[in-house]
């Protein structure tokens, strides 16, 4: 604790602008992001180990890898930001957005997010899967302000 203290004590001292911006938050907020892919790639894993379907999982792995990308390099623009005013940094943020977005509306558009069977298609022995939740992209924009 006592380190915790001191350090917040030679940042205040400093008067380090980063420690006081919105980049903790934004930071919390990619990481929040991270999370929500691993429960959607967990969550889809699940939902098509018991209803397969080629083409619905190869869409949904092409959303999971343009959401990681995004995402990765909104990290690294955190890193690299001068502040949470940084154009980058607000660019690199709206597009990891939108590509989480892009993947919560296809999941759910495919039933995925609420377990629901396709229509008509096979099914496996695999146990059923859970439905699970997803934020929109607002709610997660509003936490990294």
Excluded: K, N
């Excluded at 092409?62 to 005013?85: H, I, K, P, Y």
């Excluded at 690199?92 to 590509?99: D, I, T, V, W, Y």
């Excluded at 992209?137 to 509003?142: C, F, L, P, T, Y």
């Amino acid at each position: 604790m006592r380190r915790i203290v001191l350090l917040v004590l030679c940042f205040a001292l400093t008067g380090c602008p980063a420690f006081w911006s919105a980049l903790p938050r934004m930071a919390q907020g990619a990481q929040m992001i991270g999370s929500l892919l691993d429960v959607a790639a967990a969550g889809s894993e699940s939902y098509y180990a018991r209803h397969p379907s080629q083409a619905a999982q190869a869409e949904v792995a092409q959303a999971l890898r343009l959401a990681r990308t995004a995402l990765a390099a909104l990290d690294a623009g955190v890193l690299a930001a001068e502040g949470a005013d940084d154009e980058d940094l607000a660019l690199r943020r709206s597009r990891a957005l939108e590509a989480y977005e892009q993947l919560r509306l296809l999941l759910d558009g495919l039933g995925v997010l609420d377990a629901r069977p396709p229509d008509g298609g096979a099914e496996t022995s695999a146990p059923l899967p859970e439905p699970f939740e997803l934020p929109p992209a607002d709610e997660i924009e509003r936490r990294m302000r």
